[in-house]
């Protein structure tokens, strides 16, 4: 088996957010922020959004979608040497009496402690967002397609 990537642990622990882009009603893509949280054990990232957001309404009619995660830039680096990963995910939301919820309240929350007053909000809705194809890049002209077999090794052992 191989090792976790460095630059990919390191990027998916120190990254809170990613944006996220689905298909609008009209067949545009949309494209919104989103904070994650990584749960390993079910190799997917977890999302906590609002049934107000159209990211939202968008994934819930067509549950393929992109998650792009970036490293913070600075002014010392060049913007082309940025590390990111680009995700394609199955989208999934999880059901308030679905067993899977507290679960997924509980790595989110273990991420974002100060939202829990949030989590109680019923308009809001968890979303598992499971990764079948990814491209990450490194730095300039250091870039490379993650496996689906690699990248479910991998997001098991983050």
Same mark, same amino acid.
């Given at each position: 088996?191989? /090792? &976790? ?10 990254? @809170?957010?990613?944006?996220? %882009? ?5 067949? $545009?893509?949309?494209? %919104? =922020?989103?904070?994650?949280? &990584? $749960?390993?054990?079910? /190799?997917?990232?977890?999302?906590? *959004?609002?049934?107000?957001? !159209? ?8 549950? !393929?979608?992109?998650?792009? *995660?970036?490293?913070?830039? +600075? ?6 040497? =940025?590390?990111? *990963? ?19 309240? %509980?790595?989110?929350?273990?991420? #974002? ?12 809705? #968890?979303?598992?967002? +499971? ?5 990450? &890049? ?5 870039? @490379?397609? *993650?496996?689906? %077999?690699?990248?479910?090794? $991998?997001?098991?052992?983050?």
């Amino acid at each position: 088996m191989d /090792q &976790v990537d460095v630059h990919f642990k390191q990027l998916l622990n120190t990254a @809170k957010v990613g944006t996220i %882009a689905c298909i609008d009603n009209d067949g $545009w893509p949309f494209q %919104a =922020l989103v904070p994650y949280a &990584v $749960w390993p054990q079910e /190799q997917c990232f977890v999302i906590h *959004i609002s049934s107000l957001a !159209k990211h939202t309404r968008n994934l819930l009619q067509r549950p !393929k979608a992109a998650l792009s *995660i970036f490293d913070a830039f +600075s002014a010392e680096q060049s913007v082309h040497e =940025l590390p990111r *990963i680009s995700f394609q995910v199955r989208a999934q939301v999880v059901e308030r009496s679905a067993a899977l919820f507290e679960q997924a309240r %509980a790595v989110y929350l273990m991420r #974002f402690p100060e939202r829990d007053f949030i989590t109680e909000f019923t308009d809001f809705h #968890f979303f598992l967002l +499971s990764p079948f194809r990814a491209r990450q &890049v490194v730095g300039f002209g250091q870039a @490379k397609t *993650i496996s689906e %077999a690699q990248l479910t090794r $991998w997001m098991a052992a983050i």
